[in-house]
């Protein structure tokens, strides 16, 4: 069993917030996920860090991670590598072969790697950040720009892996340089985001392998950093833009799904939200 030490809170945004309120309540039955644990085979056999950019898609879904100007490294199994790289490449190499596996979706094998000044990122309709606060993310006028355009052009971005107030100065700033005047709200449970594939109806923190200790007893537990938050921003048509796991790790979990001491049901609803993260970004 895990337990988790801050557990979701009642439909309230954090105090650090502006504005932000759930806009609806209606509760949708539960998703069975133990079934979605893969524990997958065949890793890489390259240690090489990046795929490298290619020049389009190269199936129905590529996945796109953000590529940003900032500081320090980190990584695991062997990786030291910028922090908005830091679970790559074994995220990939589980979440990719779950996804194809669940929805029937032509997916890449590997992700494509972009800055936001980069053209090419209108061409990836998901694309995926992680660790903004420790990595320092902080966009020029020119970065913000294509960002804003690729959110108002229909892309989608998911923001995982950052925790504790520092963090969220660093990223709420960001935000703010791309999109001034969006609110950052709690996503509904109601929202269709969490029901596009799988009914998820609760808001359960998914912890970093890091943030995983044993007790005496055998137990694991998770020490975070703060309550989890799923929070969003949203368009005029109420399209959301962009998905923010914060006091959460969805990347770790997708790492470290073929790793004994991370607990399987924890993999399992990060498998969950991300489905319904790419099901949304490539329906909406």
């Known amino acids: 069993?895990?337990?988790?030490?801050?557990?979701?809170?009642?439909?309230?945004?954090?105090?650090?917030?502006?504005?932000?309120?759930?806009?609806?309540?209606?509760?949708f039955r539960i998703a069975a996920l133990g079934a979605l644990v893969c524990l997958l085979g065949g890793m890489?056999?390259?240690?090489?860090?990046?795929?490298?950019?290619?020049?389009?898609?190269?199936a129905e879904f590529h996945l796109a991670r953000m590529i940003y100007r900032g500081f320090g490294r980190g990584g695991s199994r062997g990786f030291r590598q910028p922090m908005w790289a830091i679970d790559y490449p074994?995220?990939?190499?589980?979440?990719?072969?779950?996804?194809?596996?669940?929805?029937n979706l032509n997916v890449a094998?590997?992700?494509?790697?972009?800055e936001l000044t980069d053209e090419r990122i209108f061409k990836y309709p998901?694309?995926?950040?992680?660790?903004?606060?420790?990595?320092?993310w902080r966009p020029n006028e020119e970065e913000a720009a294509g960002l804003r355009e690729y959110l108002a052009r229909g892309g989608f971005l998911m923001v995982d892996d950052f925790h504790g107030f520092r963090d969220w100065a660093v990223f709420e700033a960001a935000i703010r340089t791309v999109l001034p005047d969006r609110e950052i709200v709690e996503i509904p449970l109601d929202d269709p985001l969490m029901h596009t594939f799988f009914d998820l109806d609760k808001r359960?923190?998914?912890?970093?392998?890091?943030?995983l200790r044993m007790t005496r007893g055998g137990q694991i537990v998770a020490q975070m950093e703060g309550e989890p938050q799923w929070l969003g921003i949203y368009d005029d048509r109420e399209r959301l833009m962009v998905a923010i796991n914060f006091n959460m790790d969805m990347g770790d979990a997708w790492e470290?799904?073929?790793?004994?001491?991370?607990?399987?049901?924890?993999?399992?609803?990060?498998?969950?939200?991300?489905?319904?993260?790419?099901?949304?970004?490539m329906t909406h």
Do not use: C, W
């Open 126 to 136: 998901f694309m995926f950040v992680q660790q903004v606060g420790q990595g320092g």
């Open 256 to 281: 470290h799904a073929d790793d004994a001491h991370y607990p399987g049901p924890m993999t399992a609803l990060a498998y969950s939200f991300g489905v319904n993260y790419v099901i949304y970004a």
């Open 90 to 103: 074994y995220a990939e190499i589980h979440f990719l072969p779950a996804l194809s596996r669940l929805t």
């Open 44 to 58: 890489a056999g390259s240690q090489s860090q990046f795929s490298g950019v290619a020049d389009g898609p190269e």
């Open 204 to 211: 359960t923190q998914i912890p970093g392998e890091r943030h």
């Open 109 to 114: 094998e590997d992700s494509v790697h972009l």
């Open 1 to 27: 069993m895990i337990q988790i030490g801050n557990m979701a809170p009642r439909g309230e945004p954090i105090k650090m917030l502006r504005g932000g309120v759930g806009r609806r309540g209606k509760a």
